[in-house]
C-alpha cells in the first residue's frame, strides 16, 4: 500500500458541504487507472477544513468506490484527542492505512511529535505513514526524529516533502533517511515537481497530487522509474514543467482544484473558502497548460 | 472595549473536557484585579484546540462570570463556514466583541484573507479586533492589507505581533500603520515583552498573556504607561525579563500554562495534547522566577 503510486483526490465541496457524487467519480476514475492506492483525504483532499463526520464520509465512500486497490485516510488535527477518534473512524470506514501529520497551531516540539506518533500509533490496527509538509504543518521533523517515530510500532513509511533536484544529492538525501529507519518502512516523495528523481533516488512511492485528476501521466512516470527507464521518467516529468512552476507559486491544492473546474470534472467552486481556485489571468494560462500537454 | 489592558485568560482542560469550575476562578480573578476587558479564547485560551460547543460554553461562562467587564471571544477557525457559526455563537453568547485570526492550513493570498475578513464583518452585529499572529497563522499582513480591512464595517482595532525595542522606531511603526486606518479603529499591541514600549509608543490597547493569570502587574505597567509615566512602565516590564526570555523560548502559552499549574491555580496537566506544560530543569527555574518577582 506504501509503495508504487499513491493518488491524492481532491474532495469538492462548496459552503454547503461535500459533492459525493463527483468525489465519487474521481475515486472511480483512480480505480479504472490502475493507481496503487488511493490516500482520500491528504492535503490536496482539504482534511484539515472538513468535520469529523464528513472525513468519516468521504473515508466511507473512497473505500466503497475503489474497488481493490487499497485506500489511505488522512487523520491529521490539531489535538491529539481528534486524531486519535478520525484514527478510529478511519479504520470503521476500511481505510487499509492512514497518514498522519503534525498539524500545529502552537509551534510544537520534537518531544510533543513523538508523543503524538506514540500515542496514535498504539491505538492503530492499520499501518501509518508519517506525513512530513513544514509548508502546511510548520513542523520541520529532523531526521533523527524521523528514525525515533519509524521505530514506532504501525509505521510503515514516511511521506517526504522533497529530493533535491540533483539526482547525486537526492540519492545522497534518501540514503541518509533510509540509514535511519527499520527496512520495512518506506519512504515516498510528494512535491510533484520532485517525483521523478526521487523515485529515480530510491523512494518506493510517490504520493502525487497529479495523480488524483491525472493518474495516467504520473502512471507513466512511475511505472518508467520503478523499471529502471530513469531518463523517461524526468523527460516525461520535465513536459510537466509548467504545471510545477504553478504548483510552486500558488500551491498544488490550487492548481489541481483549478484544473479539476476546467476539465468539468468537479463543479466551480470547489474548495473551502476562505482558500480560492486561481482567476483571471493565471487560470486562462492554466488552461492552454492543460490543453497543451493534453491532459483530460 | 478595545483599549488599556485585555486580559487572555487560559482554558484549564484536559483530555475530557474544559474545567468549568477552574476557568470561571480565572475569570473572576480578572474581574476583581480591574482588568478593562477579557478576551476569552485567544490563543492562551487554546481556541484553536477546541470543539464548537466547548468555545460557545467557554464564551458563555466568561461572560456570566466577567460581570461588568466587557468580554471579547476568539472566533478564528480554517474555514470561513466555521468562523462565521462561531461569530454568531459568541454573539449569541453575550461577547461583546470578537477577535478573528486568519488561521491557516494552505498558505493564504492576502485576497483570501480580505475575503474571509468581509464575509464575517457583513455578518457582525458587534464590533472586531483583527489579530495579526505569524507565529500560531502563518500569515503575514502587508500595512496595505491592514489598511484594506480596516476600512470594513465593524472592524474595531487590529491586533499587532510587537513593536521594535527601540522606542523611537515603536512610535514610527505605530504611527506608519495608524496612516493607514481609520480614526476609529485601535491599535494594541501583543507579545507581552513589547507592551511597555508599544504602549508608550501610543498603542491604546495591550492584548495581554500575563494579566490573564497576574493581572495585577499587567495593570500597573499599562496605568503607568496610560499616565505619561513611561519610564515607570518600562521599569516595571524590565523587572519580568526572565519570564519574557521563557516566553520567547517556549512560547508564551507553555510558560503561562505552566505557571498556572505551579501557583496551583488550575490543575496538572491543563493543555491540549499535543501541547504540553514545561518539564524537568526549565519548570523548576520557571517556579524561581514567579517566586522572584512575587507573581502568585
Known amino acids: 500500500m506504501f509503495s508504487g503510486l499513491s493518488a491524492f483526490p481532491l474532495t469538492p465541496l462548496n459552503e454547503k458541504g461535500i459533492d459525493e457524487a463527483v468525489f465519487v467519480r474521481l475515486i472511480e476514475r483512480l480505480n479504472a487507472a490502475g493507481v496503487d492506492s488511493v490516500c482520500a483525504l491528504g492535503s490536496t483532499g482539504s482534511y484539515a477544513y472538513l468535520t469529523r463526520h464528513e472525513r468519516l464520509r468521504v473515508a466511507q465512500l473512497a473505500v466503497q468506490h475503489a474497488g481493490d486497490v487499497p485506500v489511505i485516510a488522512g487523520i491529521g488535527a490539531l489535538r491529539t484527542r481528534d486524531v486519535l477518534e478520525l484514527a478510529q473512524d478511519a479504520q ?18 520534537d518531544d510533543e511529535v513523538f508523543g503524538l506518533f506514540d500515542a496514535v500509533t ?8 508519517v506525513y512530513d509538509n513544514p509548508a502546511t504543518t510548520h513542523f520541520e521533523f529532523s531526521d533523527e526524529l524521523h528514525g525515533r517515530i519509524a521505530q514506532l510500532p504501525n509505521v510503515a513509511s514516511i511521506k517526504i516533502p522533497g529530493v533535491p533536484a540533483d539526482p547525486e544529492a537526492a540519492r545522497a538525501r534518501v540514503d541518509l533517511l533510509r540509514a535511519l529507519i527499520p527496512r520495512h518502512v518506506t519512504i515516498g516523495v510528494s512535491g510533484d515537481a520532485f517525483a521523478a528523481t526521487g523515485l529515480n533516488a530510491g523512494c518506493e512511492a510517490w504520493y502525487s497530487v497529479i495523480a488524483g485528476l491525472f493518474p495516467q501521466i504520473a502512471l507513466a512516470i512511475t511505472r518508467n522509474a520503478q523499471a529502471g ?14 504545471l510545477w512552476a504553478l504548483f510552486l507559486q500558488y500551491g498544488s491544492l490550487r492548481v489541481i482544484a483549478t484544473a479539476a473546474e476546467l476539465r468539468g470534472l468537479v463543479a466551480t467552486p470547489c474548495l473551502p473558502l476562505p482558500v480560492k481556485s ?7 494560462r492554466l488552461a492552454a497548460i492543460l490543453d497543451e500537454l493534453e491532459l483530460a
Open 229 to 242: 527507464n530513469a531518463r523517461e521518467a524526468t523527460g516525461l516529468s520535465g513536459r510537466l514543467a509548467p
Open 92 to 109: 470503521k470506514a476500511g481505510a487499509g492505512g492512514v497518514l498522519l501529520a503534525p498539524v500545529s497551531y502552537q509551534k510544537l516540539s
Open 122 to 129: 498504539r491505538s492503530l490496527s492499520v499501518p501509518l505513514c
Open 278 to 284: 486561481l482567476q483571471g489571468e493565471v487560470r486562462q
